[in-house]
């Protein structure tokens, strides 16, 4: 258990408190294209988690003193709604947000192709509606699809997941509860198609043995992630795109 946190039974019968196995995620619902405004943009549910995230650009950068001459600058900011936790949320950045906000960048970053347009901003904003955990990982798989969304050129989408220990078990992509009181707590994202891991944490601790089965967990429940990304953008494109059939 993470330190100064109450105990509670976490699994019973083999079950989590919500009924899932420890191999499970919870259930995922995409929408893309969800806002006018936006160039790109897509609404993202994880269980109780619901999250909107919206791109702009690539536009011109102000301040101009802070364009790359070379490539695109990516701009990402993730918020969190005053209302979408248990306890009301003070309004604006802390130190969380600043922190979520620079590894989800970094973590879609690899994918983006900033050299195509230099001199630029992407703007990505995420916006948390409401929270059970997880939200990080909620903010980038939506945000991959809106980025795609906007026609951003990208090598591939990113996709992502925690997972965790509770009751002393590895379990796949924890709710609020879990992550609670649970031991331990791993988000992690990558480009499915290549293995490559573009984001890792931990908060919590884990044994070695622990962390290659859990890593492992969230690895193969990105490339589900990524199927569904997949057919959510096809669904979307599919009536003004001619997807042939094994070449998608
Ligand atoms: O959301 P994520 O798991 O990526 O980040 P976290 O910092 O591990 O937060 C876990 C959960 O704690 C959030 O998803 C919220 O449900 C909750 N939380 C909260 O209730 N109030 C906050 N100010 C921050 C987080």
Same mark, same amino acid.
């Given at each position: ?6 105990? @509670?039974? +976490?699994?019973?019968? #083999? ?36 999250? @909107?995230?919206?791109? =702009? #650009? ?19 900011? =993730? ?31 690899? $994918? ?9 901003? @992407?703007? $990505?904003?995420?916006? @948390? +509606? ?20 906007? #026609? ?21 992509? +924890? ?39 859990? +890593? ?20 979307? =494109? ?5 997807? #042939?059939?094994?070449?998608?």
């Amino acid at each position: 258990m993470k330190e100064g946190k109450e105990e @509670i039974e +976490l699994i019973k019968e #083999g079950k989590r408190l919500d009924g899932r196995g420890f191999d499970e995620l919870r259930p995922i619902k995409i929408e893309v294209g969800v806002l006018k405004r936006a160039d790109g943009s897509c609404y993202f549910e994880l269980g109780d988690n619901k999250v @909107i995230a919206a791109v =702009y #650009g690539p536009r011109e950068m102000h301040p101009r003193h802070a364009q790359d001459a070379k490539m695109a600058v990516v701009k990402f900011r =993730y918020n969190m709604a005053p209302f979408s936790v248990d306890d009301r949320k003070r309004p604006g950045p802390d130190r969380r947000s600043v922190e979520i906000s620079k590894v989800s960048r970094e973590a879609l970053d690899p $994918v983006i192709m900033r050299e195509y347009y230099p001199k630029t901003a @992407i703007d $990505v904003y995420v916006e @948390i +509606l409401q929270s059970d955990a997880g939200t990080r990982t909620a903010g980038i798989n939506a945000a991959s699809i809106a980025l795609a969304d906007a #026609g951003i050129p990208m090598k591939d989408l990113v996709s992502s997941v925690a997972v965790g220990k509770i009751d002393g078990e590895i379990v796949l992509d +924890l709710n609020a509860i879990e992550d609670n009181h649970g031991e331990a707590d791993m988000p992690v994202a990558m480009v499915a198609r290549t293995n490559t891991i573009t984001l890792l944490q931990m908060d919590g601790r884990l044994e070695r043995e622990e962390f290659e089965r859990g +890593l492992k967990l969230a690895m193969g429940a990105c490339h589900q992630i990524y199927e569904l990304q997949r057919a959510a953008l096809i669904d979307r =494109y599919s009536e003004s795109v001619d997807v #042939g059939e094994g070449e998608a």
